[in-house]
């Protein structure tokens, strides 16, 4: 079965500053990954996603994330953060398509603080 | 393009209380989620469905029923509430499994 874990359930960093947000996965065939990002009391929306084309992959609001298979990663970067970035951001696998190999797997999830 | 459309987003049971929750969406998607989001442990798959009239577990499906009569909506039904159950819950739908989930706003629901 696949997993996935975000490493630090709170980040905090500098208007300005890099962003880097940590996501290992476990999974026994090739992945499917995906970064989603929540807005307080808002639902989800879909960053980027890696399916098995280009290894970086860029989203939208400058977010980008590399999928390094020797390291079983797909960390999530931009290059400054501003204000508007503050949420709560989750790593998600699956495996392939339909039935329940189609279903996302979330990790739980890293709170993102910017400071003026 | 309303998307995926959650009713109610705020609900108060009392234990033992029942209460469906209703997903709608209007993109004729197959594939139709539940997943719940508690702080500390992102979101967990309650059931799913891959299609009109079928049904299948998540990780968490104890304490809940759902049913998938029309293709567009998707219900969530909890029989006897518990304070465990309290959540806030995220339907969520997709034309092809992974080729994008599109979530609804949530429903907070608590139970006391």
């Known amino acids: 079965a696949q997993s996935v874990t975000q490493l630090g359930s709170h980040v905090s960093v500098s208007e300005g500053a890099l962003v880097l947000l940590r996501c290992n996965y476990s999974?026994?065939?090739?992945?499917?990954l995906f970064w989603y990002v929540q807005y307080p009391n808002q639902g989800l929306q879909l960053l980027l996603k890696y399916t098995s084309a280009a290894t970086l992959v860029k989203g939208i609001n400058g977010f980008e994330a590399e999928f390094k298979k020797s390291e079983t990663s797909f960390h999530l970067t931009k290059p400054s953060a501003h204000m508007s970035d503050a949420a709560e951001y989750f790593c998600?696998?699956?495996?392939?398509?339909?039935?329940?190999?189609?279903?996302?797997?979330f990790g739980k999830g890293t709170k993102l603080s910017v400071k003026p | 393009n309303a998307g995926v459309t959650q009713t109610p987003k705020f609900r108060v049971l009392k234990t033992g209380q029942s209460m469906t929750l209703l997903c709608a969406q209007d993109?004729?998607?197959?594939?139709m989620y539940w997943y719940r989001q508690d702080p500390g442990m992102g979101l967990r798959l309650i059931h799913y469905s891959v299609g009109e009239g079928t049904t299948a577990k998540g990780e968490v499906p104890d304490g809940y029923n759902v049913s998938r009569l029309k293709k567009q909506n998707f219900l969530l039904g909890l029989e006897s509430a518990a304070p465990s159950q309290t959540s806030v819950y995220f339907c969520?739908?997709?034309?092809?499994?992974?080729?994008?989930?599109?979530f609804g706003s949530g429903t907070r629901l608590t139970v006391v």
């Open positions: 969520a739908s997709s034309y092809q499994g992974v080729i994008g989930y599109t």
């Open positions: 998600a696998v699956t495996v392939g398509y339909g039935g329940s190999q189609g279903n996302l797997i």
């Open positions: 999974s026994s065939v090739p992945p499917y």
């Open positions: 993109m004729n998607h197959e594939y």
